[in-house]
Protein backbone atom coordinates (compact mmCIF):
# COMPACT_ATOMS: atom_id res chain seq x y z
CA UNK A 1 0.00 0.00 0.00
CA UNK A 2 1.16 3.74 -0.89
CA UNK A 3 0.37 6.17 1.67
CA UNK A 4 -0.59 9.46 0.61
CA UNK A 5 1.60 12.05 1.83
CA UNK A 6 4.74 9.99 1.97
CA UNK A 7 7.93 11.00 -0.22
CA UNK A 8 7.65 7.70 -1.52
CA UNK A 9 4.40 8.07 -3.03
CA UNK A 10 5.09 11.67 -3.24
CA UNK A 11 8.36 11.02 -5.86
CA UNK A 12 6.53 8.73 -8.10
CA UNK A 13 7.09 5.54 -5.84
CA UNK A 14 9.13 2.28 -6.66
CA UNK A 15 10.26 3.63 -10.30
CA UNK A 16 11.85 6.45 -8.70
CA UNK A 17 13.47 4.53 -6.04
CA UNK A 18 14.74 1.93 -8.62
CA UNK A 19 16.24 4.61 -10.77
CA UNK A 20 18.23 6.17 -7.27
CA UNK A 21 19.11 2.81 -6.18
CA UNK A 22 20.56 2.20 -9.59
CA UNK A 23 22.04 5.57 -9.98
CA UNK A 24 24.02 5.08 -6.56
CA UNK A 25 25.23 1.87 -7.09
CA UNK A 26 26.90 2.85 -10.87
CA UNK A 27 29.14 5.48 -8.72
CA UNK A 28 29.68 3.15 -5.17
CA UNK A 29 31.24 0.54 -7.26
CA UNK A 30 33.78 3.01 -8.98
CA UNK A 31 34.31 5.01 -5.93
CA UNK A 32 38.08 4.35 -4.95
CA UNK A 33 37.35 4.97 -0.87
CA UNK A 34 34.18 2.75 -1.13
CA UNK A 35 35.39 -0.22 -3.41
CA UNK A 36 37.26 -1.60 -0.42
CA UNK A 37 34.49 -2.57 1.88
CA UNK A 38 31.53 -3.50 -1.12
CA UNK A 39 31.46 -6.62 -2.77
CA UNK A 40 32.39 -6.91 -6.94
CA UNK A 41 28.72 -7.95 -7.48
CA UNK A 42 26.51 -4.90 -6.26
CA UNK A 43 23.14 -6.69 -7.44
CA UNK A 44 22.12 -8.28 -4.01
CA UNK A 45 23.57 -5.33 -2.34
CA UNK A 46 21.01 -2.93 -4.49
CA UNK A 47 18.39 -4.78 -3.88
CA UNK A 48 18.16 -4.76 -0.14
CA UNK A 49 18.83 -1.03 -0.38
CA UNK A 50 16.09 -0.84 -2.60
CA UNK A 51 13.69 -2.83 -0.06
CA UNK A 52 14.82 -0.19 2.69
CA UNK A 53 14.76 3.27 0.89
CA UNK A 54 11.05 1.99 -0.37
CA UNK A 55 10.42 1.66 3.89
CA UNK A 56 12.64 4.37 4.86
CA UNK A 57 10.49 6.88 2.55
CA UNK A 58 7.22 5.64 3.73
CA UNK A 59 6.47 2.93 1.25
CA UNK A 60 5.41 -0.64 2.35
CA UNK A 61 8.03 -2.30 4.69
CA UNK A 62 9.62 -4.55 2.01
CA UNK A 63 13.02 -4.86 4.31
CA UNK A 64 11.29 -5.82 7.38
CA UNK A 65 9.59 -8.65 5.72
CA UNK A 66 12.69 -9.77 3.81
CA UNK A 67 15.62 -8.80 6.44
CA UNK A 68 13.98 -7.83 9.74
CA UNK A 69 14.33 -5.65 12.18
CA UNK A 70 17.07 -2.99 10.27
CA UNK A 71 19.08 -2.71 13.06
CA UNK A 72 21.51 -0.31 10.78
CA UNK A 73 24.61 0.64 12.29
CA UNK A 74 25.02 -3.34 13.95
CA UNK A 75 25.11 -4.21 9.99
CA UNK A 76 27.39 -1.63 9.22
CA UNK A 77 30.18 -2.57 12.32
CA UNK A 78 31.94 -5.03 10.27
CA UNK A 79 32.86 -2.26 7.39
CA UNK A 80 35.17 0.35 8.65
CA UNK A 81 33.34 3.65 8.37
CA UNK A 82 35.75 6.43 8.42
CA UNK A 83 34.21 9.92 7.86
CA UNK A 84 35.95 10.07 4.30
CA UNK A 85 34.11 6.99 3.61
CA UNK A 86 30.35 8.57 5.04
CA UNK A 87 31.51 11.64 2.88
CA UNK A 88 32.24 9.28 -0.57
CA UNK A 89 28.65 7.52 0.02
CA UNK A 90 26.94 10.99 0.12
CA UNK A 91 28.42 12.41 -2.52
CA UNK A 92 27.77 9.58 -4.46
CA UNK A 93 23.82 9.52 -3.10
CA UNK A 94 23.57 12.97 -4.38
CA UNK A 95 25.23 12.64 -7.46
CA UNK A 96 22.56 9.51 -7.62
CA UNK A 97 19.34 11.76 -6.94
CA UNK A 98 20.41 14.21 -9.94
CA UNK A 99 20.70 11.28 -12.42
CA UNK A 100 17.41 10.17 -11.06
CA UNK A 101 15.57 13.56 -11.56
CA UNK A 102 14.59 13.47 -7.89
CA UNK A 103 13.08 17.19 -8.02
CA UNK A 104 12.81 19.66 -5.04
CA UNK A 105 11.87 19.81 -2.50
CA UNK A 106 12.08 15.99 -2.37
CA UNK A 107 15.72 15.82 -3.39
CA UNK A 108 16.97 18.15 -0.34
CA UNK A 109 14.67 16.16 1.82
CA UNK A 110 15.44 12.86 1.34
CA UNK A 111 19.91 13.85 0.92
CA UNK A 112 19.18 15.54 4.65
CA UNK A 113 17.74 12.38 6.33
CA UNK A 114 20.38 10.31 4.53
CA UNK A 115 22.61 12.53 6.01
CA UNK A 116 21.62 12.06 9.09
CA UNK A 117 21.40 8.24 9.12
CA UNK A 118 25.18 8.06 7.73
CA UNK A 119 26.24 10.22 10.28
CA UNK A 120 24.72 7.74 12.55
CA UNK A 121 26.80 5.10 10.44
CA UNK A 122 30.40 5.75 11.20
CA UNK A 123 32.37 3.76 13.78
CA UNK A 124 35.99 4.41 13.17
CA UNK A 125 37.52 8.06 13.03
CA UNK A 126 39.75 9.30 10.59
C1 LIG B 1 28.01 6.23 5.80
C2 LIG B 1 28.43 5.57 4.73
C3 LIG B 1 28.02 4.16 4.43
C4 LIG B 1 28.86 3.16 4.03
C5 LIG B 1 30.36 3.31 3.78
C6 LIG B 1 28.04 1.96 3.86
C7 LIG B 1 28.53 0.72 3.49
C8 LIG B 1 27.80 -0.44 3.41
C9 LIG B 1 28.33 -1.75 3.12
C10 LIG B 1 29.80 -2.05 2.87
C11 LIG B 1 27.30 -2.62 3.12
C12 LIG B 1 27.36 -4.14 2.86
C13 LIG B 1 27.09 -4.42 1.42
C14 LIG B 1 26.91 -5.90 1.16
O1 LIG B 1 27.63 -6.72 1.75
O2 LIG B 1 26.03 -6.24 0.37
C15 LIG B 1 26.11 -1.87 3.41
C16 LIG B 1 24.85 -2.43 3.49
C17 LIG B 1 23.72 -1.69 3.66
N1 LIG B 1 23.63 -0.35 3.85
FE1 LIG B 1 25.18 0.94 4.03
N2 LIG B 1 26.74 2.24 4.15
C18 LIG B 1 26.68 3.57 4.50
C19 LIG B 1 25.54 4.26 4.83
C20 LIG B 1 24.27 3.77 4.73
C21 LIG B 1 23.08 4.54 4.92
C22 LIG B 1 23.06 6.04 5.24
C23 LIG B 1 22.03 3.69 4.73
C24 LIG B 1 20.56 3.92 4.79
C25 LIG B 1 19.99 5.07 4.79
C26 LIG B 1 22.58 2.38 4.44
C27 LIG B 1 21.82 1.25 4.18
C28 LIG B 1 22.32 0.01 3.97
C29 LIG B 1 21.50 -1.18 3.83
C30 LIG B 1 19.99 -1.24 3.90
C31 LIG B 1 22.38 -2.25 3.65
C32 LIG B 1 22.00 -3.73 3.52
C33 LIG B 1 21.93 -4.32 4.93
C34 LIG B 1 21.55 -5.79 4.90
O3 LIG B 1 20.36 -6.10 4.91
O4 LIG B 1 22.45 -6.63 4.87
N3 LIG B 1 23.93 2.47 4.44
N4 LIG B 1 26.44 -0.56 3.58
Known amino acids: MTKPGTIFEAI ?29 DLTETARK ?3 F ?7 PQLYNEDRG ?4 RRRHLPFVITPERR ?10 LIE ?9 AIFDKL ?3 ANHMMNTPE
Open 87 to 96: NAWLDCMSEA
Open 115 to 117: SMT
Open 49 to 51: QRL
Open 100 to 108: AEIEEPYRT
Open 53 to 59: LTQFFGG
Open 12 to 40: GGFDSIDRLVTAFYKRVGKHPKLIPIFPD
Open 69 to 72: HPML
